[in-house]
């Protein structure tokens, strides 16, 4: 089994920061490609940034210029740090990961953590 654990969510007041954490445990015996993702209230799932193995990074026009993902591989731990943040951010942040696991290694399956609720408001 693979758990993914994302921290750091929280309210914060527009033009603020924070910075999430999502970390990967269990039976894992790599990670590709990580990635952040949110949702706001009646809206769909929507990409924010991804990272991959080798820190290529890719961004959602919404996240550039204030949104830095980053990785420490030898964690299996992912960070995302969020300035000038806007109303707009408002939303549950998911983290992503795919995994090849110890159990199924011929496999790499994607897994989801449960989300952490960011709050832009004054």
């Known amino acids: 089994q693979v758990q993914i654990v994302e921290s750091g969510g929280g309210l914060v007041q527009p033009g603020g920061s924070l910075r999430l954490s999502c970390a990967a445990s269990?039976?894992?015996?790599?990670?590709?490609?990580m990635g952040w993702y949110r949702q706001a209230p009646g809206k769909q799932r929507e990409l924010v940034a991804t990272?991959?193995?080798?820190?290529?990074?890719n961004y959602a026009d919404s996240a550039k210029d204030r949104f830095t993902i980053s990785r420490d591989n030898a964690k299996n731990t992912m960070y995302l740090q969020m300035n000038s943040l806007k109303p707009e951010d408002t939303a549950v942040y998911y983290c992503?990961?795919?995994?090849?696991?110890?159990?199924?290694?011929?496999?790499?399956?994607?897994?989801w953590g449960q989300g952490t609720q960011v709050t832009v408001s004054s």
């Open positions: 269990g039976n894992i015996f790599s990670i590709y490609t």
């Open positions: 992503y990961a795919e995994v090849r696991d110890l159990i199924n290694i011929r496999a790499i399956a994607p897994y």
């Open positions: 990272v991959t193995s080798g820190g290529t990074t």
